[in-house]
């Protein structure tokens, strides 16, 4: 069973330009930006642990922070087998 991956993101006193870049990067990464402000999710290949997916994102926010040249923000993330439900009033 794939494994995915809900990622909320705070990029805490940032430019436009870097939110952007930021957000770009994670795409790149094949994540996916929900409607909702700053969550994400991503799906992971079958056979993925939960701790290999969550060392990849850990890695991936990373990685788009330093490209988007942030150096302060907060994220939580949460693995599951499931994807995460989507919905709106």
Excluded: C
């Amino acid at each position: 069973m794939a494994v995915s991956v809900m990622l909320s993101v705070d990029l805490n006193n940032v430019t436009s330009e870097a939110r952007t870049k930021f957000y770009e990067e994670l795409k790149t990464r094949l994540w996916v930006k929900l409607k909702l402000t700053t969550t994400w999710r991503a799906q992971f290949t079958e056979g993925a642990t939960h701790a290999a997916a969550i060392s990849t994102t850990k890695s991936d926010v990373e990685a788009a922070a330093k490209l988007a040249g942030i150096t302060n923000y907060e994220a939580a993330a949460s693995a599951s087998d499931e994807r995460p439900t989507e919905w709106k009033s």
